[in-house]
């Protein structure tokens, strides 16, 4: 009975389909793996609690999955706050450029790739999707904090950390891939495309066929702002989401962030071809990019997940508030209260993060074979009380440091110190 | 000596006009006051020391004022999270006017006004300025946990919780103010008229009269929703704000909520008179009541303070996320990320609101004189650090849960556990 843990006396959300709250359950996760989950069940912990498991007292609180951040730079948090409040040009060139030629080298990609993924397990976000330069040390990062993770080198035309000479760019995201695989069973690699305006036509479709022969997730930046059509010098008359797909890159492999500047058409056309976007609210916001139409997203059956982006531009990670953001930004602006509802927040937040980044069936819900990857949220906060509904207390109330238990893969990553 | 409490070793933002950061600044407060602030002055701090003052160590995290929450219904905790996502109509009607109607009594309006006071002391906020039905149990409360607080009795039109008879609503506010009075030199009455559309005319002119014969702040919902004009019955071609001051109740005394739907003309009235408003960015998303063109009134020289509402609507009361929500939801819908920079909505938060309830000369900055409600924040968190810039960490990045000591009149009223 070795390996057992048992999470129990919580309010069991597993985010399956179709399933309701479970009021009072329990999760039995042995190697790694959910073997059993569902209404207490006094007799089985009893039985494994006397063999030896490791139990897991929720004390009241939610049993939940893990969280997903499906978009974000996570050496970026070595400049958080760096620069705020200022047009996005001046933001770029003035300040977050110099900076990243300045600072930006193996050493600090690890401690500050380590940094944002332990911020990140602290906030009960198991699992993150990635994109930077020098990605290998990110990699390396992710594989000894023990985040699940999806770990994208940085593709753009430009002399880039770590590829002084861009015609190399592709060949370098190849290396990457072949050297961090065996790196850790968590940490999967993907080419990550900077964007349709900092990627030629030849490197965009140079970087999904190396995708594609590697079976990895294709991620680019697409549609942030509403200038961007413009700044493409290839593409005159196109959206940006009818040249992407004109270039033959999208497919169900295919991961779409931002996608702030969409059209019916260009919905249409993500919806035909099978990508899932990822949403970022609060980077859109503090970025002045726009909002997103993801209520219509939503309806025309897209996965969306959410992503904070990186510390530059939000300037934290944190899952909880970006899932309050979403749920409340979009009746703002359309002046109805009933688009994002908080369980379909808290969807984006897990099961169809998850399945955005191609890891549907390993994480983002809780059932059993998928991952030990669950998180304990304490429901005892003053901010907290009373709680009538656990997704309401989860998108509109709770915080990220209300967060009391993180486990990845069955291996406990986070624990609240509990006085 | 005695009465003395030294706040040292931190980051001193005083939210004074002009003054610097002062990197490693202290706080002296005698007997409730503020009487030395500024860059560490070893001499004096080891003298205080010395002589029995109490040493608060804010191990390099902002000594700042206490945050000014300057709207909530402290009360309605009870029904946080109740029911959300849901049309206005169906929200009041079928799920908190039946709630009120059925839970709303002296003993529960004074045990959750007293939660509510512990949620906001526990997030930084040392005053508030509350409005509700049998609001002297209310205020019971806020004299009782130790916040600093305008506390308004509800008028309207209707039966409430505690009025009945609807005619007698100004004698209920008017005995209201002067049962309080004496209650605490913290709490200070308020005649507080739920809106345009539930108060008559006559009831507002009443109110208004009632406030300024007894020298207090009149509160008031304005222009929350778009549908608001037409639901005026005496009002047919008037905007919310013009018939407002049609009715001779707008003056420096007189505190608009909300505010969301107002034009150019409007902003232009609340400048002349030198009303305050108070923003309230989470419950007008989260009720799809519009965004507030609260940019305009900054520049207009209006005086703008932050606001969470009621949990019902919200949920929390979390200046920190009003802060953060306020900095970037104007940026998104303005395509402007200049807009609402961190220092303008950490002034909301502090000197601003302040300055809004008429509590300019007592609170919300730190100066020799005012009164010693001070907040310590932890900026060793994993999500503040690193900390480049105090504003934009307070605002883009800090949490409640950041918050370590609060004092309000000197006297310690929170205390973070630190292990």
Known sequence: MEHNIVIYNGILLTMEEGVPVIEDGFVHVRQGKIVHCGPNH????????????????????????????????????????????????????????????????????????????????????TTCCDGYFLEEYAAKAMADTGIRAVAGQGVIDFPAPGVSDP????????????KICGLSDRVRPSVFCHSPYTCSKQTLVAGKNLARDK??????????????????????????????????????????????????????????????VIHCPESNMKLASGVAPVPDMVSAGLTVGLGTDGCASNNDQDIFSEMGTAAKLHKAVRLDPCVMDA?????????????????????????????????????????????????????????????????????????????
Chains 1, 2 share one sequence.
């Open 167 to 178: 015609c190399g760019n592709i060949d370098h995201a190849k290396a990457f891939i072949e």
């Open 343 to 419: 369980r379909t927040c808290l969807k984006m937040a897990t099961i169809d993060g998850a399945k955005a980044l191609g890891l549907g069936d390993v994480t983002g819900s809780i059932r059993p074979g998928k991952a030990g990857d669950i998180i304990v949220v304490d429901t005892t906060g003053l901010h907290m009380t009373p709680m009538h509904d656990p997704y309401s207390g989860l998108v509109y109330a709770a915080r990220a440091s209300d967060v009391l238990w993180v486990m990845v893969d069955g291996k406990v990553r986070f624990r609240k110190n509990l006085s």
């Open 215 to 276: 079976g990895v997730l294709f991620q680019i930046h697409a549609a942030e702002t509403r200038a961007e059509p413009g700044m493409i010098k290839e593409n005159k008359n196109m959206s940006v989401i009818a040249y992407l797909d004109s270039l033959g890159i999208l497919d169900p492999d295919t991961l779409l962030i931002h996608c702030v500047w969409l059209d019916e058409k260009d919905i249409d056309i993500i919806a035909r071809r099978g990508c899932a």
């Open 42 to 125: 006094s007799d089985l912990v009893e039985n494994l609690s006397r063999h030896g498991a490791r139990m897991i007292d929720a004390r009241g609180g939610i049993i939940m999955p893990g969280l997903v951040n499906g978009h974000t730079h996570t050496p970026m948090s070595m400049f958080r706050g760096l620069a705020d409040d200022l047009p996005l040009e001046v933001w770029l060139n003035e300040h977050i450029f110099p900076a990243e030629a300045r600072d930006v080298n193996p050493e600090s990609v690890e401690k500050w790739a380590a940094h944002s993924c332990r911020e990140m397990l602290a906030g009960g976000i």
